[in-house]
């Protein structure tokens, strides 16, 4: 019997663990490629819905030229248009957003991206790559147009170690899952798991699992 309530005990506490990778997306925007790399390298850890942000005119190829457009686009408070945009993340409550820093900042084009999007009560993972600065000025950037998101700390890594030390970023990629979406790695198993227990038992709301736990450890007390 006292088995028995410890692995209900157990079963309860895993079932409330879990991150639902359903309701989970990344949002990127990359010019040179390395920003996409950095959303696959995740994609391959956690296989999760991803969208690509587009310009409607694609940033010039010329390096020089790009940053003289994205330092107007900065000074002139732009808002680049998007090829196809996204407008509904309704099913979605976890963003994971990825960007260059341009002039340590986020890209114009993505504060047209969240312009576009109802993200209130939504919680935003951003990464990024950069070619020194870090995360820069982006997460206040971010904060600054998603006022009603839970907006976290930031995932930053240069445009070379993506590009060119696959291992070493996905070891950190690794690192930052397992901190932030503890079970994603196990995502086959656990979503074969996850269905079986489903069968077996229920999902609780909060005030219902404290009242099974707590019922739970009173009767541990009287049988010990």
């Not at 086959?188 to 069968?199: A, F, I």
Request: net charge negative.
């Amino acid at each position: 019997m006292k088995y028995f309530i410890l692995l209900l005990i157990f079963s309860i506490y895993s079932s409330q663990d879990k991150v639902d990778l359903s309701k989970m997306c990344i949002i990127y925007f990359s010019r040179t490629g390395n920003t996409e790399l950095f959303a696959n390298y995740i994609k391959e850890k956690i296989d999760i819905t991803s969208y690509k942000i587009t310009p409607a005119t694609a940033y010039p190829e010329d390096y020089n030229e790009m940053l003289e457009l994205a330092r107007t686009e900065q000074s002139t408070n732009a808002r680049p248009e998007i090829k196809d945009p996204l407008t509904d993340i309704s099913n979605y409550d976890i963003i994971l957003l990825g960007y260059p820093i341009w002039y340590g900042h986020i890209p114009n084009i993505i504060i047209t991206q969240l312009e576009l999007l109802d993200l209130k009560g939504k919680t935003i993972y951003p990464f990024n790559t950069h070619g020194g600065s870090g995360r820069g000025s982006s997460i206040n950037d971010i904060k600054q147009y998603a006022k009603e998101a839970d907006v976290k700390e930031g995932f930053p890594l240069a445009g070379t170690n993506v590009r060119n030390n696959k291992e070493n970023a996905m070891s950190q990629i690794s690192s930052w899952i397992e901190t932030n979406f503890v079970d994603e790695e196990e995502k086959v198993e656990e979503k074969e798991k996850e269905k079986e227990e489903e069968e077996t038992v229920p999902y609780l709301s909060s005030w219902e699992y404290l009242k099974i736990k707590y019922f739970l450890i009173a009767v541990l007390l009287i049988m010990f």
